[in-house]
């Protein structure tokens, strides 16, 4: 090798490809189908692995098996139970050119390299091996919480949407529902003791249709997707009419709810058409978008108002709404239409006058039909059309006192100019061109003052003034030469076309400084907004500043004894003996009131869309109090069906050993010796015991829970309770004395408790304790006091519990993966929090050095002479 050449790096394996058989439930034939995509493949010479296929005991499927080589599978060991899992070591190690794997989303057994099932595949995909898998469309990621919806049973496994997108086939495994209902009424799908419970459940009709027409969509889009890349790829302009995909252009005017209607109809024809000729289940006709042209310096005159009501109505209706940047609005619509593959066009009818007609022929909607090209194009008319556009008044975006300047300057700076001009003689005289020059300066700071109508007058003024004084002879008007005449004409009409395009540009300038601060106000409405977490409060104020005013509230419309009416926009109230009121309707049952100045009209259009940031916080907040009020009935509902799923198993068990040995006794079948007699009385006394302490749980939890129990406090030594607290262990855990070393407790000062539930809490922690606790490793109880407390640290050196589950830990019926279940229902520890926060302490959990589980009991000390409280009942 030659000095400094590097080394060639050989080239890793090719990427595997991956094709997915997707389902829309169980028993649809994916399995098969894969293990039959694997027996073709195996056919033409490619060597094949099953390396995981789950059959459910279904012959036909079984029989698919026959021919192929089948992976042994791993056997995992978890929590005393065996697990059969896809051995991925194995089939990195053979290296076939295909492996099967069934059911993507499912989860591993701890033990494996990773989680899930679908980061197996992954790996032997980067390892340059095809895989053929199997998935049900409720396993997608993104779908998941529409399936929940649909058939009620939460989704535990999932496959992110980016690993099903990513697969090089996605081939769908379809059956209609009545064929799939049957195959499972036959049993070969389920097991026939399962068959009756799954077609009146999961596999319900609506169910099923739902789930269908979920993967039909599904598999649809992707379908879209890979057209839309391939057009892209190979530049294609054309439209191919796959699927009907209508584009509503939307201008802001009040005709485009009327366009955007028409649009779904035409949308939704094919679909009634299919409805009335297939007799069957209807699918979408096509797809509703809707798209607004903005122009680039953002000064177009169409009302945000009206486009966020359009948009609601479009989403209403299943479109989307689109927004697109271009100054040659048919070009921009034309491109957009034809990026989305449209194949139809809606645009609305002209709205130019007469007169704009005849000077401008073409207008948007005749551009875009002569361009259309294969898209068809529909020209819906409307109540505005030919009618012409609402031209503001000139001036009117002037203040008042500009108004009134601008005709008097259009009188008063011409004639102050010829009295001028009439005083200078001699050398300094001027000639005629200069004299015109200046009055025509005049009029553009007329144009400046007044606006353009101003600069009408001034341009009439100046031309007659120039004419008797300026123009041989002096002091006639003459109008008998065609010069003259000409020039004067032209004088008038290059003054009156300077002064209004003086005036557009200002107009123009003035709305862009307004669209700025609108902008600016808007920005900063959408920060406070984010950032505060009481969003109504922090509108109204921002809307109180931004617009100056004295006060701004919401009022009950029912409160107003003058309605606002029907609209959604600004409406005076003149009341001359207080601040004006400016009031805007919000939502159906509020009306925001703004007090203090006079606004104009130019702010409305900003406060309409703070008003309408405000319905939908006042929503949000009325949502979130509906939720708040919800919350607790959720909380019982779901308090209620745990305690039922534990009552099952926990009160049954101890009532059925005290049966068993009441029962013995009293038969008179068999003649019991004493120790026998003894031994089952025994049994049935520390079953009532078990029983007697699983109420008291109960009991007191739902107390804690409704707020009504009853507290006696007193100053009580820990050493009168530790032991009371002892006696009370279950006879179950062995030698519990031999397994508590006490430290500080004789030392440590009287605290303020209820004695009994003090006894219930210490003796739970114990308890705890103590069964985790390894043999020969004692629990530690030490007493300390700190800042007036006293703090009880209850110690074991067991498995201790995990950061991220200790505040888990404390919820009812929560074991944390305690596979025995036979000694309670999990409520030690929520109840031993309830009680000592309810005596005013606190129970906080902490990793005990060395590994083990430190439950800290803090209480207030109690006075030196303190005296026993009264009782105190109600919440607690």
């Not at 109508?453 to 002096?474: D, G, H, M």
């Not at 009416?565 to 309707?585: I, L, S």
């Not at 006079?598 to 405000?614: C, D, I, K, M, N």
């Not at 990793?847 to 009942?873: I, K, Q």
């Amino acid at each position: 090798m030659a000095r400094g050449s590097e080394p060639i790096t050989p080239p890793g394996p090719r990427p595997g490809s991956l094709k997915v058989f997707l389902g829309a439930a169980p028993g649809v034939g994916k399995t098969y189908r894969m293990l039959d995509e694997g027996r073709r493949r195996a056919a033409r010479g490619t060597e094949v692995v099953v390396a995981f296929a789950e059959c459910h005991g279904r012959p036909s499927t079984e029989a698919m098996l026959e021919g192929l080589t089948v992976l042994p599978r791993a056997t995992r060991r978890y929590r005393g139970t065996g697990f059969a899992e896809l051995d991925l070591d194995r089939a990195l190690e053979l290296r076939p050119a295909v492996v099967l794997i069934d059911e993507l989303a499912h989860t591993n057994a701890p033990g494996g390299r990773h989680t899930k099932r679908w980061q197996d595949v992954e790996e032997l995909l980067g390892a340059g091996i095809d895989v053929v898998a199997t998935l049900n469309i409720q396993h997608v990621e993104s779908l998941s919480d529409v399936a929940e919806k649909i058939t009620g049973v939460p989704q535990l496994e999932t496959v992110p949407d980016d690993v099903v997108r990513r697969a090089d086939q996605i081939e769908l495994v379809d059956l209609p529902v009545e064929g799939l209902r049957r195959r499972m009424a036959h049993g070969n799908i389920y097991p026939p003791e399962k068959v009756d419970a799954a077609l009146s459940h999961y596999f319900r009709v609506g169910n099923l249709t739902a789930l269908r027409e979920l993967a039909l969509l599904w598999v649809a889009g992707r379908v879209d997707e890979a057209l839309r890349t391939y057009r892209y790829e190979h530049s294609i302009g054309r439209v191919w009419e796959t699927r009907e995909r209508v584009v509503v252009a939307l201008t802001g005017g009040s005709e485009g709810e009327t366009l955007i209607r028409r649009a779904a109809r035409i949308v939704d024809l094919p679909r009634a058409l299919n409805s009335v000729r297939a007799g069957g289940t209807p699918i979408s006709g096509g797809d509703l978008l809707a798209v607004h042209i903005t122009r680039s310096d953002g000064l177009a005159g169409s009302s945000p108002a009206a486009l966020a009501r359009q948009r609601q109505l479009l989403e209403s209706l299943g479109g989307s709404y689109h927004s697109v940047v271009g100054d040659d609005v048919p070009a921009a619509l034309l491109d957009f239409a034809r990026a989305q593959n449209a194949t139809q066009l809606v645009v609305g009818a002209s709205r130019r006058g007469r007169l704009r007609r005849v000077l401008m022929p073409r207008g948007v909607g005749e551009t875009v039909v002569e361009l259309s090209g294969d898209i068809d194009v529909h020209m819906v008319t409307h109540e505005h059309a030919g009618q012409g556009r609402r031209w503001a008044a000139p001036g009117s975006g002037l203040p008042r006192s500009r108004r009134l300047a601008g005709p008097v300057a259009g009188l008063v700076l011409p004639i102050l100019l010829t009295v001028a001009l009439r005083g200078i003689s001699g050398p300094l005289a001027l000639n005629l061109t200069s004299e015109a020059l200046l009055f025509l300066l005049t009029v553009l700071g007329v144009a400046c003052i007044g606006g353009v109508a101003s600069a009408l007058l001034a341009s009439v003024t100046t031309s007659l003034l120039l004419n008797y004084y300026f123009i041989p002879p002096v002091g006639h008007f003459t109008f008998a030469s065609a010069n003259v005449v000409v020039a004067q004409a032209a004088f008038t009409i290059v003054a009156v076309t300077v002064a209004a395009i003086v005036d557009r540009s200002l107009r123009l300038s003035r709305r862009a400084a307004r669209a700025t601060a609108e902008a600016e106000a808007l920005t900063s409405l959408a920060g406070n907004i984010l950032r505060g977490d009481r969003a109504v409060p922090v509108l109204l104020e921002r809307t109180r500043e931004t617009f100056g005013m004295h006060s701004v509230e919401l009022r009950p419309r029912r409160e107003e004894s003058e309605g606002p009416g029907a609209g959604g926009g600004p409406m005076p109230d003149h009341n001359h003996d207080r601040d004006h009121e400016t009031k805007v309707v919000i939502g159906d049952d509020n009306v925001l009131v703004l007090s203090g100045r006079r606004l104009p009209a130019s702010e409305h259009r900003v406060l309409t869309a703070f008003a309408a940031h405000l319905t939908a916080a006042v929503e949000r907040a009325r949502l979130a109090e509906a939720a708040a009020e919800i919350e607790p009935v959720k909380a019982a509902d779901r308090m209620r069906t745990a305690l039922l799923a534990a009552v099952g198993h926990d009160l049954r068990t101890p009532l059925a050993g005290c049966w068993a040995a009441v029962s013995s006794l009293r038969s008179r079948e068999v003649d019991f010796s004493p120790e026998d007699r003894e031994e089952l009385l025994a049994t049935a006394e520390e079953s009532l015991a078990k029983l007697s302490r699983l109420v008291d749980n109960l009991l007191d939890m739902s107390r804690l829970q409704a707020g009504a129990l009853t507290l006696r406090l007193e100053p009580i030594a820990l050493t009168e309770v530790l032991p009371t607290a002892l006696d009370t262990l279950p006879d179950a855990l062995p030698q519990v004395l031999d397994h508590v070393v006490t430290q500080g407790v004789e030392t440590a000062p009287d605290v303020l408790a209820d004695p009994p539930l003090l006894e219930r809490v210490i003796a739970n922690l114990v308890s705890n304790a103590v069964r985790h606790s390894p043999a020969g490793r004692p629990v530690t109880i030490a007493a300390s006091t700190l800042a007036g407390r006293v703090e009880l640290r209850i110690t074991d050196r067991g498995p201790g519990i995990q950061l991220v589950d200790q505040q888990r830990a404390f919820q009812p019926f929560q074991r944390l993966g305690d596979t025995d279940n036979t000694t309670g229902l999990g409520l030690g520890l929520a109840l031993s929090r309830g009680l000592t926060e309810a005596m005013g302490g606190t129970l906080t959990p902490e990793e005990t050095p060395g590994g083990g589980l430190t439950m800290v009991v803090s209480l207030p000390a109690a006075p030196a002479m303190a005296e026993a409280s009264p009782v105190r009942e109600g919440r607690t």
